[in-house]
């Protein structure tokens, strides 16, 4: 069982960056792919980049390619997403989420645990 904490969300202005981060407990890290999800209100939950076990693959959602990037580091059990040029619709609770399939990074993954995500909010 994969327990997963999410930090470093907040209030933002657009243009401004964020770093968020995901540490990992209670599993083998190294043996999960990892993705970053996020839900705004009135909105379904839309993965916005997954990492392979690895590091070496990742994945972007179109709205966000070239502006943010996903990394691991697996000695330290933590995901991270930085997050540039911040627009008011990456507005959004922001989840952590692990999946021990190895198999898919996007949408098609079996993303088995998740955290409880934190709070990203772009002012305009």
């Known amino acids: 069982q994969v327990q997963l904490v999410e930090s470093g969300g907040g209030l933002v202005q657009a243009g401004d960056s964020l770093r968020l981060s995901c540490a990992a407990s209670?599993?083998?890290?190294?043996?999960?792919?990892m993705g970053w999800f996020r839900q705004a209100p009135g909105k379904e939950r839309e993965i916005v980049a997954g990492?392979?076990?690895?590091?070496?693959?990742?994945y972007y959602t179109h709205s966000v390619a070239g502006r943010f990037t996903i990394s691991r580091d697996n000695a330290r059990n933590t995901v991270f997403l930085q997050m540039n040029s911040l627009k008011p619709e990456d507005t959004a609770v922001y989840y952590c989420?692990?999946?021990?399939?190895?198999?898919?990074?996007?949408?098609?993954?079996?993303?088995?645990?998740w955290g409880q995500g934190t709070q990203v909010t772009v002012s305009s």
């Open positions: 989420a692990a999946s021990p399939f190895r198999d898919y990074i996007d949408s098609r993954g079996r993303w088995t645990y």
């Open positions: 990492v392979n076990w690895s590091g070496q693959s990742t």
């Open positions: 209670g599993g083998t890290f190294s043996g999960h792919d």
